[in-house]
């Protein structure tokens, strides 16, 4: 999508520390990061959000949980533990209209979040 800054990372246009690669995902390391994992996942196809994505009918979310699952073990994560988040909607807390969710590890979260 024209204008949008995940569509141009996805698409290789934008430059971005990428972490993996897959046929419907990409993931890359956060600009901003609030512990000392932060990663994104960015579906390749551009989703406003999780709610667009799943009236996809090629959307797989297995794909989304098996890449999760392998970016647990790479870091040695299965059994401290990780935060993902996916923001929905400005009252969510989404900035950028595009489908993505944040993998967050290497410190305590708190609860409630946000």
Wanted: charged residues 25%; proline residues 4%.
């Amino acid at each position: 999508m024209e204008n949008c800054v995940f569509c141009g990372i996805a698409s290789g246009k934008i430059k971005a520390d990428i972490v993996r690669e897959t046929g419907n995902f990409i993931v890359i390391r956060d600009i901003n990061p609030v512990s000392p994992v932060h990663l994104l996942i960015i579906s390749r196809k551009h989703f406003k959000n999780i709610l667009d994505a799943r009236k996809d009918k090629d959307f797989d979310p297995c794909d989304f949980f098996d890449l999760v699952g392998s970016l647990a073990r790479d870091y040695s994560l299965e059994d401290k533990g990780f935060r993902t988040v996916i923001n929905t909607g400005y009252d969510g807390g989404q900035t950028v209209g595009h489908f993505h969710v944040h993998f967050m590890a290497g410190r305590g979260f708190g609860w409630p979040p946000g």
